[in-house]
């Protein structure tokens, strides 16, 4: 399994950005579909986005849709979520994910490896 460690979230207010990275080791990275998941107090974690191997191909939650895009950089191993207009309910712990099959049409949870998450948190 590929091993996956995020960076980059923290405190913003709303309406603003955040970027976050999730670096991943070994050498088969472009193996993976990757995204991102969150979590919130007292709620189950939700998928936010999937970027399949080449990049090609995104898919994102309705509630996320036109405010955030998931890149990938295969020569560095490292997949992004830019965040842009944040709002409160965005708050959550932010999960980087990966799976070797599936699909990345599927917007659910079904990944294999997981990071060990960051917290965005949105003030209002």
């Known amino acids: 399994q590929v091993q996956l460690v995020e960076s980059g979230g923290g405190l913003v207010q709303a309406g603003g950005s955040l970027r976050l990275s999730c670096a991943a080791s070994?050498?088969?990275?472009?193996?993976?579909?990757m995204g991102w998941a969150r979590q919130a107090p007292g709620k189950e974690r939700e998928f936010v986005a999937a970027?399949?191997?080449?990049?090609?191909?995104?898919t994102y939650a309705d509630s996320v849709k036109g405010r955030f895009t998931i890149s990938r950089d295969n020569a560095k191993n490292t997949v992004y979520l830019q965040m842009n207009s944040l709002k409160p309910e965005d708050s959550a712990v932010y999960y980087c994910?990966?799976?070797?099959?599936?699909?990345?049409?599927?917007?659910?949870?079904?990944?294999?490896?997981w990071g060990q998450g960051t917290q965005v948190t949105v003030s209002s």
């Open positions: 994910a990966g799976k070797v099959g599936g699909s990345v049409y599927y917007m659910g949870t079904d990944f294999g490896s």
């Open positions: 070994g050498r088969t990275f472009g193996n993976y579909i």
């Open positions: 970027i399949s191997r080449s990049g090609g191909t995104t």
